[in-house]
């Protein structure tokens, strides 16, 4: 009878498999920000430019509603999160890119090297053609998305629009990208109307899941990133997404599909059936092993510090022994700080220290009376109301104090 029962599970289970990668991939497809800014009804330009270090750089731009008289107000610049690109902003009518275009922003996409509309310009010789993910090089952390990918993304802006300022937000990764950038290029700062950090992420001392087993393993997973240059998850990232989006939208594998969002991020959060489904057509995109291994430095030394090269190498760069912390008094720009309680991964006691070491702290706005985790901030049903309408607000208005902030930070 047992035996009846387990080839009758397995049958089952090879039908539905099937019946699922029969399904035509043109039924859903891998998500990127193009087709989502077109799709909802947005005006849209792309742009690239080149690095110093000479990486090929894409941005997506939403220069005006589609809604309104086609001005185009002043430039934000947002940026994503880790194993993430700009299609983040862009998955549903209540993500942030259209909430910033609808309140009169000009919205820049940035796209980190490696990531989104960057990657597919530097892997991809021609139309069709299989993808060439060896064909940069991917010995990088998020130090050089900082302090050379931002940066020149914010020049070129700037340059664009006529503006001599723009505004920044930056999401997880972006927001460490953002503070490494300009502790090591304080210039920028004088470029900046107002850094908003949404999730950040720098000292990573106070870790739930998943990462406090990321820091118990450390040694081990550094071990296995030592030996690769990049996780790449697949030969060719974009048919597997699209063959991951066709396998959630099944309904008997759905909640594998959202149990996987909840370990990512370490607390189940309410999502609707089309964010969980949007998120796997993108995530995770492929990251380089050095961000993973100073993210992993970081954990570790319990500091929010510069890559350890290892002793010998640390004195050539930096002329000491271990690595030294980013100096985030050098980063002046105004900044307003949005977090959770219930993030596992940028946790309320991180962003306090954070808050604590940035010289000009102008807001904190803390969600504490709902259930709201590191992926909310992009995926939540309630992102709009409780996080986007809010930002466009910080943005727009100059009546914050820095008196509002130990109240929000201790709430």
């Known amino acids: 009878m047992r035996c009846h029962q387990n080839h009758y599970s397995r049958t089952r289970f090879l039908s539905i498999f099937i019946t699922v990668l029969s399904v035509n991939l043109a039924a859903v497809f891998s998500l990127d920000t193009v087709n989502q800014v077109r799709e909802h009804g947005y005006p849209l330009k792309t742009y690239k430019f080149w690095t110093p270090d000479k990486y090929l750089l894409g941005l997506e731009r939403i220069p005006y509603s589609k809604d309104g008289n086609g001005t185009i107000g002043r ?19 209540s993500s942030l890119s259209f909430v910033l275009s609808d309140a009169g922003f000009d919205v820049w996409l940035f796209n980190a090297r490696g990531l989104g509309l960057s990657r597919a310009l530097n892997i991809y010789a021609r139309d069709e053609a299989p993808p060439r993910m060896n064909k940069i090089s991917w010995d990088f952390s998020w130090h050089e998305m900082g302090v050379l990918d931002m940066t020149t993304a914010i020049d070129f802006v700037l340059n664009e629009t006529g503006y001599s300022k723009i505004d920044i937000l930056g999401y997880s990764l972006g927001t460490t990208m953002a503070l490494a950038g300009l502790s090591n290029r304080p210039k920028y700062n004088d470029k900046i109307n107002k850094l908003v950090l949404m999730a950040p992420t720098s000292r990573l001392k106070e870790l739930g ?12 997973i550094t071990v296995f990133l030592n030996r690769v240059n990049f996780l790449r998850f697949s030969k060719d990232p974009d ?13 008997y594998v759905f909640e594998i599909c959202k149990w996987f969002i909840d370990l990512a991020q370490g607390v189940s959060t309410p999502l609707s059936n089309d964010s969980v489904v949007s998120i796997l057509s993108v995530f995770p995109q492929p990251v380089s092993s050095r961000t993973l291994k100073h993210y992993i430095q970081l954990m570790i030394s319990r500091r929010f510090c510069h890559y350890d090269f290892g002793p010998a190498a640390n004195m050539r760069l930096y002329g000491t022994v271990k690595p030294p ?3 985030l008094f050098k980063v002046t720009a105004p900044t307003y700080v949005i977090h959770s309680k219930d993030d596992t991964i940028a946790s309320p006691m991180d962003v306090k220290w954070l808050v604590n070491n940035l010289p000009n702290v102008k807001y904190v706005y803390y969600i504490d009376n709902v259930l709201f985790g590191h992926l909310s901030f992009s995926l939540s049903p309630d992102m709009k109301e409780l996080v986007n309408l809010p930002t466009a607000h910080f943005l727009l208005d100059d009546t914050h104090e820095n008196s509002v902030r130990k109240r929000k930070v201790s709430s």
């Open 325 to 327: 912390d980013y100096n």
């Open 75 to 93: 430039p934000v610049l947002l940026l994503h999160g880790l194993f993430l690109s700009s299609v983040i902003f862009t998955l549903n009518s």
């Open 209 to 220: 899941m998943p990462l406090s087993m990321v820091r118990r393993y450390a040694r081990l």
């Open 239 to 251: 048919t597997k997404y699209r063959m991951i989006s066709n396998i959630c939208s099944v309904k």
